[in-house]
């Protein structure tokens, strides 16, 4: 089994691959305190769950594959591998890393891990052009060329810190519930704020894809857009260029890049 690990700035995804079927997933809090031996603990309670692998951390992994926004959470991640699965095959998405997809950025080192990830798998599942718009803490929105090279991207603020900073800087504002108002015309504040959020995104989706895939592709009708992230579902019934909905796409990435990695070795 493959273990695959995507630490965000503030959720960390995990999912364990039987091949190319990913059989059991996690959401945990990322919390850049935790130490290796923290981080150990809780991935043996996690995985303790599954009843096809054992008791003992490590038992039933075949390999590992990481990417992480959060350099101190790799740091520690990379302990946890050294010492409790020093046997195991590991991948740690991070320049010089094999992925399969060209960057054509100015400087490629800056681009975050996870979005690079999620073009692999855009270009693996989808083929190219292609945009995926990616609903964590930013929301972001990646472009990959008809050749499956990574193009660049936009990064906007994602829609919970959109809704704390509401909060915070409106004097008779408050943090809400992340859900689908009766109507745009908010009868109440809390219904407001959530028009503003829920259709402000939406309209912000469509408007950033709309102007990427045009210049993507003479056609834009040709650009697939795919989300992913964990605030997506609540776009996409709202947005109208969303063509494909995989809330797995990153760690599909990192099995892919594992395979293209390991199999060289």
């Known amino acids: 089994m493959l273990l695959t690990i995507d630490v965000g700035n503030t959720h960390t995804v995990l999912g364990l691959f039987d091949g190319e079927d990913i059989v059991e997933h996690w959401r945990i809090s990322t919390d850049a305190r935790r130490t290796a031996d923290e981080l150990a603990v809780l991935l043996q309670g996690l995985m303790g769950m599954h009843p096809l692998l054992g008791d003992e951390l490590g038992d039933g992994i075949d390999g590992i594959a990481i990417c992480s926004t959060v350099p101190s959470v790799l740091h520690e991640l990379r302990e946890v591998t050294r010492r409790h699965y020093g046997d195991v095959p590991a991948v740690l998405v991070e320049p010089g890393i094999k992925t399969g997809v060209p960057i054509l950025t100015d400087n490629p080192k800056e681009v975050g891990a996870d979005r690079i990830i999620n073009a692999v798998a855009a270009v693996e599942l989808y083929g190219g052009p292609a945009i995926v718009v990616d609903f964590g803490t930013a929301t972001t929105f990646d472009a990959v060329s008809a050749r499956g090279e990574y193009a660049g991207g936009a990064i906007a603020p994602g829609i919970e810190i959109s809704v704390e900073a509401l909060g915070v800087r409106g004097a008779q ?66 947005s109208s260029v969303i063509d494909e909905h995989e809330p797995w796409l990153t760690l599909i990435g990192l099995r892919l890049v594992y395979e293209r990695n390991i199999s060289r070795t």
């Open 173 to 238: 504002l408050r943090k809400i519930e992340l859900v689908r108002p009766r109507s745009v015309i908010g009868r109440n504040t809390v219904e407001a704020m959530q028009a503003g959020i829920l259709y402000g995104f939406a309209g912000q989706v469509d408007g950033v894809v709309g102007r990427m895939a045009r210049e993507l592709a003479d056609d834009p009708e040709d650009v697939t857009v795919i989300a992913t992230g964990g605030l997506a579902p609540m776009v996409l019934g709202e």
